[in-house]
């Protein structure tokens, strides 16, 4: 199965905070990154506007912070087009 292009340099599994919890990120990575990686809240929000906009900390199940951001952005843009990648 495809994986998820950013894996191997994901801020979230390199945060202090989440390289302790090896259970929850060994089900995410299983679940997301190896997995259904397109649903991936941080993946929507890097392809969509850029990695640069992803929260170090947003899990890849935070749909409603995903969401607020995607939001604000396209509001601010004004165009609310996707960023290419
Ligand atoms: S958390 Fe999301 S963006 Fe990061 S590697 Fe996994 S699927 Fe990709």
Redesign the pocket.
Same mark, same amino acid.
């Given at each position: 199965m495809a994986e =998820?292009? #950013?894996?191997a340099k =994901?801020p #979230? #599994?390199n945060a202090e905070e989440v390289v302790q919890r090896r259970h929850l990120t060994a089900y995410?990575?299983e679940t997301? =990154?190896r997995g259904d #990686?397109a649903r =991936?809240c941080?993946?929507q929000i890097?392809t969509t506007i850029g990695r640069e906009h992803?929260p170090t900390l947003m899990m890849?199940d935070q749909t409603r912070w995903s969401e607020e951001i995607l939001k604000s952005h396209s509001a601010h843009s004004g165009s609310g087009h996707p960023a290419q990648s």
């Amino acid at each position: 199965m495809a994986e =998820c292009q #950013f894996l191997a340099k =994901c801020p #979230f #599994f390199n945060a202090e905070e989440v390289v302790q919890r090896r259970h929850l990120t060994a089900y995410l990575k299983e679940t997301y =990154c190896r997995g259904d #990686f397109a649903r =991936c809240c941080r993946y929507q929000i890097a392809t969509t506007i850029g990695r640069e906009h992803v929260p170090t900390l947003m899990m890849p199940d935070q749909t409603r912070w995903s969401e607020e951001i995607l939001k604000s952005h396209s509001a601010h843009s004004g165009s609310g087009h996707p960023a290419q990648s």
